[in-house]
């Protein structure tokens, strides 16, 4: 519990909603203010994804995210959160040279305020650093089927597991990673069929995300379903709001009324007392 009476979401809660059924909620966050309103809605989790550079630091892919940007991040979402269970992605090469370095980088996400880190893949690297992690003391969550960060190796947005074969390399490859220790598994770009079998013959929960409906979570970019980024939106997003329409009419009738001058009028001014204003014109016409 926390000073509120607020139970937080733990790596337990995870399972134990997989346990009973019911589905886990996530978003990412990026912002103080964002992952507040997040929490307050009773999402149970909030990952700062390494999509904030594409949503945040406006780059064409994850690849030239840093630890240092995702610390910078990971403070603000952690001080706007009280209940749901904070994930950050480990960056592009911050778990790829060795152990120390990964749980160095690791270590410092968790002292930033995430409950949890996320990384790509399941190469047996990776599986290793996975073990280290969690023996360490810090949770891990996986990411299998489209991983951004092999954008280069993968050759572009495609979906993964399209193949009787490729589920079940992506079965074996989700099962290695709950058995060093993953307490959950994001499924990007999936078919349903696959990511439902998937799903169905691991303990620990999926998360997914353009996976279908027979995850045991989903996860979107917060950005894509409030429709504030101004890039393509893929397939799977349903966009639950244009925030980009709000505020660029905002903006547009601040711009007008600042050269017009009807901002600010008296209503948003401060004024001298009477007494004062008598004083100073005398002050400064003598
Ligand atoms: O970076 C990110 O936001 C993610 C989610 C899309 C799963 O990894």
Redesign the pocket.
Known sequence: MTADNIKPVTSKTFKKLKENKEKITML?AYDFSTAKYIDECGVDSI?I???LGMTILGYET?IKVTIEDMLTFTKAVSNGVKRALVIA?MPFLSYHLNKEQTTLNAGKLIQAGAKAV?LEGASDFILDEVYHLTQSGINVVG?LGFT?QYINTLGGYFVQGKTYENTIKMLNAAKKLEENGAFSI?L?MVPEESAKYISENLSIPTIG?GAGKYCDGQ?L?IDDILGKYPGNIPKFVKQYSNIKEIMKNAILQYNQEVKSGDFPSKEYSFNLTNEEKDRFEYLINK
Do not use: F, R, Y
């Open positions: 990412t990952l994804g390494d999509s994850t992605d996320k990411h951004p994001v990007e995300i996860v970019v």
